[in-house]
Each structure stands twice: as structure tokens, then as C-alpha cells.
């Protein structure tokens, strides 16, 4: 597994440190920021999820596994 370094607290997978504590992550392009992705606690994505993007820069990209403390 690697570190995943992360600055978002509020999400419920974000641990002491920064470090994120979800079994999977899925990062996507900037562009598609506004899709709510499907993704299973097994760390399994839904069918019609798994593309292929091209980003020139990090700035252009984010994580799609957050999801909010409550
Ligand atoms: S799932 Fe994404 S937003 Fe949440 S802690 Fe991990 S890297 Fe950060």
C-alpha cells in the first residue's frame, strides 16, 4: 500500500498526520470533479467508472473517494 499524504480533515477516510486511511482511493481530472463515482467500501469500482483521462499537471487533478464527517 502507499502513503497517501492528504489535507482534506474532513473526510472520514483522513487520519492523524494527513495520511489517508481508505483501502483505495480514486483520483480523477479536474473535469470530471462534478461526478458522483460510485465506489464500494471493498475499494471496487462500478462498472462505467473506469475510464482513461490525461492531465498535464497535479493541479489538475482530486481525489473521488472522499466522503464527509457528519
Ligand atoms: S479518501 Fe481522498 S480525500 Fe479522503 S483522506 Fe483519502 S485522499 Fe483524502
Known sequence: MPTVKCNVANCVYWGEG?????DAI?????QHADQ???MSVS????EGDL???SAKHSAETCCHTFRPKH
Open 36 to 38: 458522483n463515482v460510485d
Open 26 to 30: 480514486l483520483v480523477e481530472i479536474d
Open 43 to 46: 475499494g471496487s469500482l462500478a
Open 18 to 22: 494527513n495520511n489517508c486511511q481508505a
Open 51 to 53: 475510464h482513461r483521462d
